[in-house]
T-cell receptor, first 113, second 112 residues
């Protein structure tokens, strides 16, 4: 079956620090990969996505590259802001799964001024 | 107005009660989903529907049922609530395969 593993949280950083949140996956078939973000009291929002190997998804200064050889999709940002404080979820879907998403556990990020 | 609307936003109820959570969408998507979120477990799929006549169980469907009343409406029911169903519940919609899902703001359900 499909599974997603994220680095354990919570993660606490100072403003302007570099962020990496690790995500690795196992999948039956060829997955599409996503990062979602959940701000306090809100639902999940799509942050970025990649649908094939070596694709780089990017949005709001965040980036993640689809690495088939290491089955990874790590999230990075060069300089975090206080407003980036949220929970981040890595997720995947595979063909034939009915576009069902399999989520990682989520990583809580807190950015201090 | 939100594209995916969940009601109620918060609910506290007692063990054994029947509860219905409602979801409506204005995105025109055929596919709709119900998830529950528990701390440290991410989101887990309860039920999903490809259209009004196509409803499927997810990974944790026991104790839940759903109804797809129209393309835009998908309700989740707990026939006899139990405390371990206390969680945050999300509805989501999607256009199709490999397309992103769009989430509502969630229903926080507490069962005493």
């Amino acid at each position: 079956g499909n599974s997603v593993t994220q680095m354990e949280g919570p993660v606490t950083l100072s403003e302007e620090a570099f962020l990496t949140i690790n995500c690795t996956y196992t999948a039956t078939g060829y997955p599409s990969l996503f990062w979602y973000v959940q701000y306090p009291g809100e639902g999940l929002q799509l942050l970025l996505k990649a649908t094939k190997a070596d694709d780089k998804g990017s949005n709001k200064g965040f980036e993640a590259t689809y690495r088939k050889e290491t089955t990874s999709f790590h999230l990075e940002k060069g300089s975090v802001q206080v407003s980036d404080s949220a929970v981040y979820f890595c997720a995947l879907t595979t063909k034939g799964s009915g576009s069902r998403l399999t989520f990682g556990e989520g990583t809580q990020l807190t950015v201090n001024p | 107005d939100a594209d995916v609307t969940q009601t109620p936003r918060n609910r506290i109820t007692k063990t054994g009660k029947r509860i219905m959570l409602e979801c409506s969408q204005t995105k025109g998507h055929d596919r709709m989903y119900w998830y529950r979120q528990d701390p440290g477990l991410g989101l887990r799929l309860i039920y999903y529907s490809f259209d009004v006549k196509d409803i499927n169980k997810g990974e944790i469907s026991d104790g839940y049922s759903v109804s797809r009343q129209a393309q835009a409406k998908f309700s989740l029911s707990l026939e006899s609530a139990i405390p371990n169903q206390t969680a945050l519940y999300f509805c989501a919609t999607s256009e199709g395969q490999s397309r992103p899902q769009h989430f509502g703001d969630g229903t926080r359900l507490s069962i005493l």
